[in-house]
């Protein structure tokens, strides 16, 4: 079982920034990717940034350039840098590891707000 923990959402003004942290616990060993999704109100949930054990990453289309995903494996600790914030970047904001060999599994934060709003 693996324990996530997100923190940073908050409140900020358009064109601002802010950095979520997902924090984790348990056995990640067999972990493959981990990432943000974010669910906006009367949305489905969907994908922002990936990170790849082997370091590849990707980004949705619509944060390409303005957010930045990154981990820190010594501290098994995943952020997601938010630049140059929107209003519709608005969102609960979910930390995503997934375990992708057999059984393939996802684990999953509890969600942070975030809110860009003037």
């Known amino acids: 079982q693996v324990q996530l923990v997100e923190s940073g959402g908050g409140l900020v003004q358009p064109g601002g920034s802010l950095t979520l942290s997902c924090a984790a616990s348990?056995?990640?060993?067999?972990?493959?990717?981990m990432g943000w999704y974010r669910q906006a109100p009367g949305e489905q949930r969907e994908l922002v940034a990936t990170v790849f054990t082997g370091g590849v990453r990707k980004y949705a289309e619509a944060v390409e350039g303005r957010f930045t995903i990154s981990r820190d494996s010594g501290a098994n600790t995943v952020y997601l840098q938010m630049n140059s914030l929107k209003p519709e970047d608005t969102g609960v904001y979910f930390c995503?590891?997934?375990?992708?060999?057999?059984?393939?599994?996802?684990?999953w934060g509890q969600g942070t707000q975030v809110t860009v709003s003037s």
């Open positions: 995503n590891f997934k375990q992708l060999t057999p059984p393939v599994t996802d684990y």
């Open positions: 348990g056995s990640i060993a067999r972990i493959n990717a």
